[in-house]
């Protein structure tokens, strides 16, 4: 059962488009694909959540604790 969820929400500006992303994962293999090689700007993000809510981003080049 998944029970965990990473939402992101992405926004283009010169093409006025946005994006709801969500990914659900388990409890038990709590594992995304980082996304800061594409956004560095995720880093923190995705540190806080791994952080507060265990879920792994896979790629990520420095998770850990904020």
Do not use: K
Not at 13 to 29: D, F, G, H, P, Q
């Amino acid at each position: 059962m998944n029970r965990l969820h990473a939402v992101y929400h992405l926004t283009s500006l010169t093409y006025r488009y946005r994006i709801r992303l969500e990914v659900a994962v388990s409890v038990e293999n709590p594992h995304v694909p980082s996304v800061t090689p594409i956004y560095p700007t995720a880093d923190w993000q995705e540190r806080e959540t791994w952080d507060m809510f265990g879920i792994i981003f896979d790629g990520h080049p420095s998770l850990t604790r904020i």
